[in-house]
């Protein structure tokens, strides 16, 4: 299990998230200082100024997402093959039986 490799992504996750948390924060404090009411629709718009940004973060967080799905995964589907390859491989050793030894004593 490639642990650094997850808790990097992981960090990489929690950064983006709250870079986004932030400017979304930044955004409602604007609107506020602005007078805007909560119940207009120019309240929850975004300024066209912010809105790369915000496409980016979500896109870095959806790829951290997939990539730490694909990874995981990834790992099931090994552990699953070993323990159907380790399985399968008990299974004929032991139906072989003890009396499969060929001798003749």
Same mark, same amino acid.
């Given at each position: 299990?490639?642990? +650094?490799?997850? @808790?990097?992504?992981?960090? &990489? ?25 909560? !119940?207009?629709?120019?309240?929850? @718009?975004?300024?066209?100024?912010? @809105? ?5 973060? +979500? ?5 951290? +997402? @997939?990539?730490?799905?694909? *990874? ?10 070993? *323990?159907?390859? !380790? ?5 004929? !050793? ?5 009396? &499969?030894?060929?001798? =003749? =004593?």
């Amino acid at each position: 299990y490639n642990d +650094k490799l997850v @808790r990097d992504c992981l960090q &990489d996750l929690q950064i983006h998230v709250q870079a986004l948390q932030d400017q979304v924060e930044a955004n409602n404090n604007n609107n506020n200082n602005n007078g805007s009411s909560s !119940s207009s629709s120019s309240s929850t @718009r975004l300024p066209h100024n912010v @809105r790369p940004s915000i496409l980016l973060q +979500k896109a870095a967080i959806s790829r951290n +997402k @997939r990539c730490l799905l694909a *990874y995981h995964q990834a790992r099931v589907d090994l552990l699953t093959q070993a *323990y159907w390859t !380790s399985s399968s491989t008990t299974t004929n !050793s032991a139906s072989a039986g003890p009396n &499969d030894n060929h001798s =003749n =004593n």
